[in-house]
T-cell receptor, first 115, second 116 residues
């Protein structure tokens, strides 16, 4: 596929459980972003990767959230001890990472519901 | 800090008519970019149009145009000849162009409904 893909598309879990959300960016894109979108809101930044390293994780709400991108392509967002307030759509975006005004292309998101 | 304000929670338009979706922004950066994204019910954010703060002309992409008024700090999206498939949420976003990268700051969005 040519676009950003995210799996799973939907995830239902119980409070206190651990979840992993996966993002597969567009081939050749070195920059990868995670956003979180709560109901009725626009997306909010979580973390940014340039290559394998997290260049900016200032948007992560607390230490229960962690993300990796070990080979500079696929990224996994990990949430420990989930809480009901973590319920949201988690969006991944990627870009070439070469220009300051360049466009970020988004995936379809993972809808997380914490019961 | 950057802020995007979209004051229209919802807009209705008849098919084939034009519609304007409002967006105002606030930033202290002298150089910035403005984006519009469409989010249908499937959830994917679809890029529509981009305007740089130093661009002399308003951006256009097919039926989409951006009415950029820098002094008013507004970047309204104009959709001409609306189609039923245009029904979706529309988000205005911005990013600073001063650093090597920056993340997008989004508004709360406007729901557009196109009726036959």
């Amino acid at each position: 596929g040519a676009g950003v893909s995210q799996t799973p598309s939907n995830k239902v879990t119980e409070k206190g459980k651990y979840v992993e959300l996966r993002c597969d960016p567009i081939s050749g894109h070195t920059a990868l972003y995670w956003y979180r979108q709560s109901l009725g809101q626009g997306p909010e930044f979580l973390i940014y990767f340039q290559g394998t390293g997290a260049a900016d994780d200032s948007g992560l709400p607390n230490d229960r959230f962690f993300a990796v991108r070990p080979e500079g392509s696929v990224s996994t967002l990990k949430i420990q001890r989930t809480e009901r307030g973590d319920s949201a759509v988690y969006l991944c975006a990627s870009s070439f990472g070469r220009g300051r005004g360049e466009t970020q292309y988004f995936g379809p998101g993972t809808r997380l519901l914490v019961l | 800090a950057q802020k995007i304000t979209q004051t229209q929670p919802g807009m209705f338009v008849q098919e084939k008519e034009a519609v304007t979706l409002d967006c105002t922004y606030d930033t202290s950066d002298p150089s910035y970019g403005l984006f519009w994204y469409k989010q249908p019910s499937s959830g994917e954010m679809i890029f529509l149009i981009y305007q740089g703060s130093y661009d002399q002309q308003n951006a256009t992409e097919g039926r989409y145009s951006l009415n950029f008024q820098k002094a008013r700090k507004s970047a309204n999206l104009v959709i001409s000849a609306s189609q039923l498939g245009d029904s979706a949420m529309y988000f205005c976003a911005m990013r600073s162009l001063n650093s090597g990268y920056s993340t997008l700051t989004f508004g709360k969005g406007t729901m557009l409904l196109v009726s036959p």
